[in-house]
């Protein structure tokens, strides 16, 4: 048996637990089926935005956020100076608009419910938006800022972390898919994976999407998790363009340094399907048209899907299981980049500690119990 922990998966969740766990002096090895942050983390847009995104009756999930946001440059802040290498964190803020009457009552009803929440929000305008984002559609009636709403370059954030893990110490087996896993009550997890057993005091299941198909993980064990399909793309502005995150009732619109303008997502509920369709594509230029017309001179860059990882009630699954020693860390869905920093910091704590932080209580796997 090795002493430390295991994690199975490699995307930023397993890989920011895994590089936390290393600097408090903890063994690890981290296991990926494939490719380390090729899946969910690589196809998502980089969005930061717990308080455009706040959902009605969903305050914990909104706590959450929130204080990954907080500790968001922190932990930028350690991970750029740790590895050398940049990730693309801006602060713009973020703009939530509307093209119509329709739009605008809906808008109005949401930020009624941010400024109960005392989220800091402000509302704009067509004037003042068209002053704050000159690229904007002049169908514009009115908007939202969120100066809070941050967002970060995804890809390199997942890049960076492989790099901080690595360079940790942390031992990364990639293209190594497990074939069983068996939870004894007297000993510890027992891993079939790459033709050999692994044996770990810790086993970490972060595998996202594909965490609840995880062979020998049954009943209470067997995190109940789907895949949900987003489509996805990209096309090539000037840069600066649009500096903050454009969020209209269709589409969301994240820029990039470079001046690529990512466009998302569609949510669909069809398994592991990856096809991109025709008619995914179509809603996400339409949408983005919509909002800013100069998209329809603009070259597609890009064009992707990936699978968010929705629990039963689409909030994150996070602590130790009835088993001792065996923690998950996933069903994170729409907010696996948002809400890194805060699992990494308290799920590491959990690990090594043993003791529940307060702020994951919620998110506990015993919460599906019976």
């Avoid at 901080?164 to 293209?175: K, P, R, T």
């Avoid at 910091?345 to 500690?353: D, F, G, H, N, W």
């Amino acid at each position: 048996m090795e002493k430390g922990t295991l994690i199975i998966g490699g995307g930023v969740i397993g890989l920011s637990i895994g590089w936390r766990l290393r600097a408090r002096g903890e063994p690890v090895t981290l296991l990926e089926r494939g490719e380390t942050g090729r899946e969910a983390s690589w196809a998502a847009a980089g969005m930061l935005a717990p308080v455009s995104e706040v959902h009605f009756q969903e305050d914990v999930n909104l706590r959450l956020g929130q204080e990954s946001l907080r500790l968001y440059p922190e932990f930028v802040a350690e991970l750029e100076a740790f590895t050398g290498k940049e990730v693309g964190y801006r602060r713009e803020g973020g703009i939530s608009v509307s093209l119509h009457a329709d739009d605008t009552a809906e808008l109005r009803h949401r930020f009624e419910y941010q400024q109960a929440l005392d989220l800091p929000v402000e509302w704009l305008s067509a004037t003042e938006v068209q002053n704050l984002a000159p690229a904007l559609s002049h169908n514009v009636v009115a908007a939202v800022y969120s100066p809070a709403d941050h967002q970060v370059d995804n890809r390199k954030l997942v890049t960076v972390l492989r790099c901080a893990f690595v360079q940790a110490g942390g031992i990364l087996h990639e293209q190594t898919p497990v074939e069983e896993v068996r939870l004894l009550e007297d000993g510890p997890p027992a891993v079939r994976a790459g033709g050999r057993e692994w044996r770990s005091e810790k086993l970490l299941l972060a595998a996202g999407s594909w965490s609840g198909m995880i062979p020998g993980l049954d009943g209470a064990l067997r995190p109940w998790v789907r895949p949900v399909k987003g489509q996805i793309l990209a096309v090539r502005a000037a840069p600066d363009l649009i500096r903050h995150n454009i969020r209209t009732p269709d589409v969301y619109i994240a820029p990039r340094a470079d001046g690529r303008l990512v466009v998302g997502a569609t949510v669909e509920e069809m398994g592991y399907n990856a096809d991109l369709t025709v008619g995914g594509v179509f809603e996400l230029l339409r949408g983005a048209w919509r909002a800013i017309p100069g998209v329809y001179e603009m070259p597609i860059h890009e064009i992707w899907c990936g699978f968010r990882p929705g629990s039963r009630d689409n909030a994150p699954i996070l602590g130790e299981t009835e088993i001792p020693g065996f923690f998950i860390a996933t069903g994170h869905y729409r907010n696996g980049i948002l809400n890194t920093p805060v699992t990494a910091k308290y799920m590491s704590e959990l690990i090594l500690a043993g003791t529940m932080p307060e702020i994951l209580a919620p998110f506990s796997p015993a919460r599906f119990s019976g």
